[in-house]
C-alpha cells in the first residue's frame, strides 16, 4: 500500500493523486491595467504604510520573488511601476540561484503598492536609474587575485571582480560568515547609509580578517590593510567631524583566507565607548511582499510561493524544510484540483505544504491545476542550500518534526542519495517501520554508491526481523562493484546468520567466500572479521582447537601492543565492569566488542564470556546468557570461569520458567566441577 509522502496543512496526500482541494489563499483578481503591454509577467508587491523619512532622495524598498524562469539572466528587462501605471527607479540587486530576482525600487506616488514587469525580449534601456542612499547593502564578489595592503590596492581589486556571489541589504555592517557561499578568496563591500544623530566628531573603529578599509563620504578615516588576523580591540580606528544627517559609509573588505569576518564601530558624540554600529543607526529600506505572477492576456493561472522554513543537522549534514503556498489569478472556482511536483520524485495536493529536501541543490517545482478552460501550471527552479543569514541564530528543526514529514515519501521515487539520507533521518528519529520501508527501495535499486552502502545497510538490517538481517547484507552487497564494501557487506551477513539462528553452515560458507572472493583484493577489515568469524563458528560447534587455530589466524586487532597484552587485556576488563555496575549497557558492549576484535581468543578463555553472560541477565535477555554460558562451558570446560557461567544459566533458566533446564545445568554443575566452591551451591539450590 502506498503511504501519504508530504505533510500538507492538516491533511496527508498520496503521492501521485489530486485531490480536489479549497484554496484558502486570496485570488488575484488581475484586472488592474497593464503598464506596458509589451512586458509579458508581473507581479503586485506591497509595502507597509511608510512615513518619509525626508533625509533627501527617495526611500528604498526590497523584494525577492520568483521568476518562472522568464527573466532574461541579467535582470535587465524588469521594471517597476506604480498602480497608476507610472515607472519608479529600480535596481536588479540578484538573479538567481534558481528562478529568482532580487529588486530595489524606489518608494514614488500614492499607495503601497507596486507592480514588477518582466520578460521583454528586447529590453529598452532603463531610463530611471536608482540611486540607493538608504540602508546597508553589502556586494560579494570572488577575489579575483591582486594586492590587498593599500586602499588603492584593494579599490583596483573591486575593478577586476567579474563572479558576483550575491547582493542583498543587511541590517548592519558586520560579516561574521559569507551569506552568499564561499567563505574564503572574497572580495566584498558595504555601502550603508548612517543617520547621524548630531553635529560632531564621530570616532571609527573597524577589525578584519585580512584587509578593510572604512571610508565616509569617501574619505578614508579607517586603513587596516593586508593580511592579518582579526583584532580584538579598538585600535585600528580614526575619526571625522560630519554634520547631522545622512552620510554614506563604505567598507572596503577582502578575505582570502577561511572564517570571514569584518565588523565596523563607531562612537557617537556624548558617548563615552566605541560600539559595532546598531541596526537603528542606518536609514530603513522597507521589504515588500509578493503577490501571484499574472501574464498579459491570460485571465486565469495558478502561482506558488516556496519559503524556507526550517532546518536540521545530523551526521554533519543539513535537510531543508521548505514550505509552498498556492495562489491564483482570475475567478477560479471555489474548488480547485492541484498537484505539486516538488521536483525529488513526491508529489502532494493542497494549497499549502510542508516538504522536506534531503539534499541540495536545484530542484524543479512545478504546480499544476485543473480549470474549466483547460490545465493551468506554473514552475519555478529551487536553489536549495543553506540559510547562511540564519546560521547565526542557532535555531533547529526537531528531528521528529522532519522526519513526521519524510515518513510519508515515496521512498522508491527519491534518487539514491536521498534515499539514504532519508534512511539516516528516520533512524535517528527511531521511525524503525520508515526506516524498514526506506531500507526496501534503497535495497531495491540496481546500484548505489559504496559509501551509502556502507553507512545506511547496518540500519536497514537493524530495522529487520532478526532472521532477515542477512538476506539485507548479501542484497546490499550486490549494489557496489566495491571489493571491500561487499566483502564487508558478505561478512555482516554471516555474522547475522550466526546470530539469529546459530545457523553455522550458513555462517561458515560465507566467511569463507570473503576470504575466498575478496582476500587476494583488498585488505579491508572484512577480512580479517571473517577469519574471527570462523573461529566463532568453530567455537559455537565447542571445537576449541580449530576455534584457536582460527583466532591465531586472525591475529591480534592493529591496536594492540604485543609486549602490553595483559594491561590492555586488563584495562578492557576493568572498563566492562564499571559499566555494569552503573548500568551503562551500551558503553560495556562498546568495549566487550573492541575485546573480542582485538584478542579473539580470550573468547575462549571464559572471562569475556562470563562478562557478556552477566550483562545479558542486567538487561534481562535471559535466553542469550543462556546461549553465551552454554557456549563457553561446551568449547572450553575446563575454563576456571565455566561454573560460575553455568550458575548463571541456571538462574536464567529459572527466571524463564525452565525448570526442569536449570535442575540440569545445576547437576551438571556438582557432577563436573565438585572441586569448585559453586559445586555446594549448586547441591543446596537442586535440593
Same mark, same amino acid.
Given at each position: 500500500?502506498?503511504?501519504?509522502?508530504?505533510?500538507?496543512?492538516?491533511?496527508?496526500?498520496?503521492?501521485?493523486?489530486?485531490?480536489?482541494?479549497?484554496?484558502?489563499?486570496?485570488?488575484?483578481?488581475?484586472?488592474?491595467?497593464?503598464?506596458?503591454?509589451?512586458?509579458?509577467?508581473?507581479?503586485?508587491?506591497?509595502?507597509?504604510?511608510?512615513?518619509?523619512?525626508?533625509?533627501?532622495?527617495?526611500?528604498?524598498?526590497?523584494?525577492?520573488?520568483?521568476? $518562472?524562469? &522568464? @527573466? !532574461?539572466?541579467? *535582470?535587465?528587462?524588469?521594471? #517597476?511601476?506604480?498602480?497608476? /501605471?507610472?515607472?519608479?527607479?529600480?535596481?536588479?540587486?540578484?538573479?538567481?540561484?534558481?528562478?529568482?530576482?532580487?529588486? $530595489?525600487? &524606489? @518608494? !514614488?506616488?500614492? *499607495?503601497?503598492?507596486?507592480? #514588477?514587469?518582466?520578460?521583454? /525580449?528586447?529590453?529598452?534601456?532603463?531610463?530611471?536609474?536608482?540611486?540607493?542612499?538608504?540602508?546597508?547593502?553589502?556586494?560579494?564578489?570572488?577575489?579575483?587575485?591582486? *594586492?590587498?595592503?593599500?586602499?588603492?590596492?584593494?579599490?583596483?581589486?573591486?575593478?577586476?571582480?567579474?563572479?558576483?556571489?550575491?547582493?542583498?541589504?543587511?541590517?548592519?555592517?558586520?560579516?561574521?560568515?559569507?551569506?552568499?557561499?564561499?567563505?574564503?578568496?572574497?572580495?566584498?563591500?558595504?555601502?550603508?547609509?548612517?543617520?547621524?544623530?548630531?553635529?560632531?566628531?564621530?570616532?571609527?573603529?573597524?577589525?578584519?580578517?585580512?584587509?578593510?578599509?572604512?571610508?565616509?563620504?569617501?574619505?578614508?578615516?579607517?586603513?587596516?590593510?593586508?593580511?592579518?588576523?582579526?583584532?580584538?580591540?579598538?585600535?585600528?580606528?580614526?575619526?571625522?567631524?560630519?554634520?547631522?544627517?545622512?552620510?554614506?559609509?563604505?567598507?572596503?573588505?577582502?578575505?582570502?583566507?577561511?572564517?570571514?569576518?569584518?565588523?565596523?564601530?563607531?562612537?557617537?558624540?556624548?558617548?563615552?565607548?566605541?560600539?559595532?554600529?546598531?541596526?537603528?543607526?542606518?536609514?530603513?529600506?522597507?521589504?515588500?511582499?509578493?503577490?501571484?505572477?499574472?501574464?498579459?492576456?491570460?485571465?486565469?493561472?495558478?502561482?506558488?510561493?516556496?519559503?524556507?522554513?526550517?532546518?536540521?543537522?545530523?551526521?554533519?549534514?543539513?535537510?531543508?524544510?521548505?514550505?509552498?503556498?498556492?495562489?491564483?489569478?482570475?475567478?477560479?472556482?471555489?474548488?480547485?484540483?492541484?498537484?505539486?511536483?516538488?521536483?525529488?520524485?513526491?508529489?502532494?495536493?493542497?494549497?499549502?505544504?510542508?516538504?522536506?529536501?534531503?539534499?541540495?541543490?536545484?530542484?524543479?517545482?512545478?504546480?499544476?491545476?485543473?480549470?474549466?478552460?483547460?490545465?493551468?501550471?506554473?514552475?519555478?527552479?529551487?536553489?536549495?542550500?543553506?540559510?547562511?543569514?540564519?546560521?547565526?541564530?542557532?535555531?533547529?528543526?526537531?528531528?521528529?518534526?522532519?522526519?513526521?514529514?519524510?515518513?510519508?515519501?515515496?521512498?522508491?521515487?527519491?534518487?539514491?542519495?536521498?534515499?539514504?539520507?532519508?534512511?539516516?533521518?528516520?533512524?535517528?528519529?527511531?521511525?524503525?517501520?520508515?526506516?524498514?520501508?526506506?531500507?526496501?527501495?534503497?535495497?531495491?535499486?540496481?546500484?548505489?554508491?559504496?559509501?551509502?552502502?556502507?553507512?545506511?545497510?547496518?540500519?536497514?538490517?537493524?530495522?529487520?526481523?532478526?532472521?532477515?538481517?542477512?538476506?539485507?547484507?548479501?542484497?546490499?552487497?550486490?549494489?557496489?562493484?566495491?571489493?571491500?564494501?561487499?566483502?564487508?557487506?558478505?561478512?555482516?551477513?554471516?555474522?547475522?546468520?550466526?546470530?539469529?539462528?546459530?545457523?553455522?553452515?550458513?555462517?561458515?560458507?560465507?566467511?569463507?567466500?570473503?576470504?575466498?572472493?575478496?582476500?587476494?583484493?583488498?585488505?579491508?577489515?572484512?577480512?580479517?572479521?571473517?577469519?574471527?568469524?570462523?573461529?566463532?563458528?568453530?567455537?559455537?560447534?565447542?571445537?576449541?582447537?580449530?576455534?584457536?587455530?582460527?583466532?591465531?589466524?586472525?591475529?591480534?586487532?592493529?591496536?594492540?601492543?604485543?609486549?602490553?597484552?595483559?594491561?590492555?587485556?586488563?584495562?578492557?576488563?576493568?572498563?566492562?565492569?564499571?559499566?555494569?555496575?552503573?548500568?551503562?549497557?551500551?558503553?560495556?558492549?562498546?568495549?566487550?566488542?573492541?575485546?573480542?576484535?582485538?584478542?579473539?581468543?580470550?573468547?575462549?578463555?571464559?572471562?569475556?564470556?562470563?562478562?557478556?553472560?552477566?550483562?545479558?541477565?542486567?538487561?534481562?535477555?535471559?535466553?542469550?546468557?543462556?546461549?553465551?554460558?552454554?557456549?563457553?562451558?561446551?568449547?572450553?570446560?575446563?575454563?576456571?570461569?565455566?561454573?560460575?557461567?553455568?550458575?548463571?544459566?541456571?538462574?536464567?533458566?529459572?527466571?524463564?520458567?525452565?525448570?526442569?533446564?536449570?535442575?540440569?545445568?545445576?547437576?551438571?554443575?556438582?557432577?563436573?566441577?565438585?572441586?569448585?566452591?559453586?559445586?555446594?551451591?549448586?547441591?543446596?539450590?537442586?535440593?
Amino acid at each position: 500500500m502506498e503511504m501519504p509522502n508530504t505533510m500538507c496543512g492538516k491533511r496527508l496526500f498520496r503521492p501521485g493523486l489530486v485531490a480536489a482541494v479549497v484554496l484558502s489563499v486570496a485570488s488575484v483578481a488581475g484586472a488592474q491595467a497593464w503598464w506596458n503591454r509589451t512586458w509579458p509577467y508581473r507581479r503586485a508587491v506591497t509595502i507597509p504604510a511608510q512615513k518619509s523619512t525626508r533625509l533627501g532622495g527617495d526611500e528604498i524598498a526590497v523584494v525577492t520573488m520568483p521568476t $518562472a524562469g &522568464a @527573466i !532574461r539572466p541579467d *535582470g535587465s528587462d524588469v521594471r #517597476v511601476a506604480t498602480v497608476g /501605471r507610472t515607472e519608479v527607479p529600480c535596481r536588479v540587486l540578484m538573479v538567481g540561484p534558481g528562478d529568482r530576482v532580487r529588486i $530595489a525600487f &524606489a @518608494i !514614488r506616488g500614492v *499607495g503601497t503598492r507596486f507592480y #514588477v514587469y518582466w520578460g521583454h /525580449r528586447k529590453p529598452p534601456a532603463a531610463t530611471k536609474p536608482l540611486d540607493i542612499r538608504r540602508g546597508v547593502l553589502l556586494e560579494t564578489w570572488r577575489y579575483p587575485k591582486g *594586492g590587498i595592503k593599500t586602499l588603492a590596492q584593494v579599490q583596483k581589486v573591486f575593478t577586476k571582480v567579474k563572479v558576483l556571489l550575491g547582493r542583498d541589504f543587511r541590517d548592519r555592517v558586520f560579516l561574521g560568515h559569507n551569506p552568499f557561499g564561499p567563505q574564503s578568496d572574497i572580495a566584498s563591500r558595504f555601502t550603508a547609509y548612517l543617520v547621524c544623530p548630531a553635529a560632531g566628531k564621530y570616532e571609527f573603529a573597524c577589525s578584519s580578517q585580512d584587509a578593510s578599509f572604512l571610508l565616509v563620504d569617501d574619505k578614508v578615516v579607517v586603513a587596516n590593510g593586508g593580511h592579518h588576523s582579526p583584532q580584538r580591540d579598538i585600535r585600528m580606528r580614526g575619526s571625522v567631524t560630519l554634520t547631522k544627517g545622512l552620510h554614506k559609509l563604505t567598507l572596503y573588505h577582502v578575505n582570502v583566507t577561511e572564517h570571514p569576518i569584518a565588523v565596523a564601530a563607531w562612537k557617537a558624540p556624548g558617548e563615552k565607548r566605541v560600539w559595532p554600529i546598531p541596526p537603528k543607526a542606518f536609514a530603513p529600506v522597507v521589504v515588500a511582499t509578493v503577490g501571484a505572477m499574472e501574464q498579459y492576456g491570460k485571465s486565469q493561472g495558478v502561482d506558488f510561493l516556496a519559503r524556507h522554513g526550517g532546518e536540521t543537522f545530523l551526521r554533519n549534514r543539513y535537510y531543508q524544510r521548505w514550505t509552498f503556498e498556492a495562489m491564483t489569478v482570475g475567478k477560479l472556482p471555489r474548488k480547485v484540483d492541484l498537484e505539486w511536483d516538488f521536483g525529488d520524485g513526491q508529489t502532494a495536493a493542497a494549497p499549502k505544504c510542508e516538504h522536506v529536501y534531503l539534499t541540495p541543490g536545484e530542484h524543479v517545482v512545478s504546480l499544476s491545476a485543473k480549470a474549466q478552460r483547460g490545465p493551468l501550471t506554473r514552475t519555478n527552479r529551487i536553489f536549495v542550500s543553506r540559510p547562511w543569514d540564519e546560521v547565526a541564530q542557532n535555531r533547529l528543526d526537531s528531528v521528529s518534526q522532519q522526519a513526521r514529514i519524510v515518513s510519508r515519501y515515496d521512498f522508491s521515487s527519491l534518487s539514491g542519495e536521498a534515499n539514504a539520507q532519508a534512511i539516516l533521518l528516520l533512524e535517528r528519529a527511531k521511525a524503525t517501520d520508515a526506516v524498514r520501508r526506506a531500507g526496501q527501495a534503497f535495497l531495491a535499486r540496481k546500484d548505489a554508491p559504496a559509501r551509502l552502502v556502507s553507512e545506511v545497510v547496518p540500519l536497514i538490517a537493524e530495522s529487520m526481523p532478526a532472521a532477515g538481517r542477512g538476506e539485507v547484507f548479501l542484497k546490499a552487497a550486490g549494489l557496489t562493484r566495491n571489493a571491500p564494501i561487499r566483502a564487508d557487506m558478505t561478512e555482516r551477513a554471516g555474522r547475522a546468520a550466526l546470530k539469529a539462528s546459530a545457523d553455522t553452515k550458513a555462517a561458515m560458507d560465507l566467511f569463507q567466500r570473503v576470504i575466498r572472493q575478496y582476500g587476494a583484493l583488498t585488505t579491508a577489515p572484512a577480512i580479517r572479521r571473517a577469519k574471527i568469524g570462523i573461529g566463532d563458528v568453530w567455537r559455537i560447534r565447542g571445537d576449541h582447537k580449530e576455534a584457536q587455530k582460527a583466532y591465531t589466524t586472525a591475529g591480534y586487532g592493529p591496536r594492540i601492543n604485543v609486549a602490553r597484552l595483559e594491561i590492555t587485556r586488563g584495562d578492557y576488563a576493568r572498563h566492562v565492569e564499571a559499566y555494569l555496575r552503573k548500568g551503562r549497557f551500551a558503553d560495556a558492549t562498546e568495549f566487550l566488542d573492541r575485546w573480542e576484535m582485538d584478542i579473539p581468543g580470550d573468547k575462549l578463555e571464559g572471562y569475556w564470556s562470563l562478562l557478556v553472560a552477566q550483562m545479558r541477565m542486567a538487561e534481562k535477555r535471559y535466553k542469550d546468557a543462556v546461549a553465551e554460558a552454554r557456549t563457553l562451558a561446551k568449547v572450553n570446560p575446563a575454563s576456571n570461569h565455566a561454573p560460575r557461567l553455568l550458575m548463571l544459566a541456571a538462574d536464567a533458566y529459572r527466571r524463564l520458567g525452565q525448570d526442569s533446564e536449570a535442575t540440569a545445568v545445576l547437576r551438571k554443575v556438582v557432577e563436573k566441577y565438585p572441586e569448585s566452591p559453586l559445586a555446594a551451591e549448586a547441591a543446596r539450590a537442586l535440593k
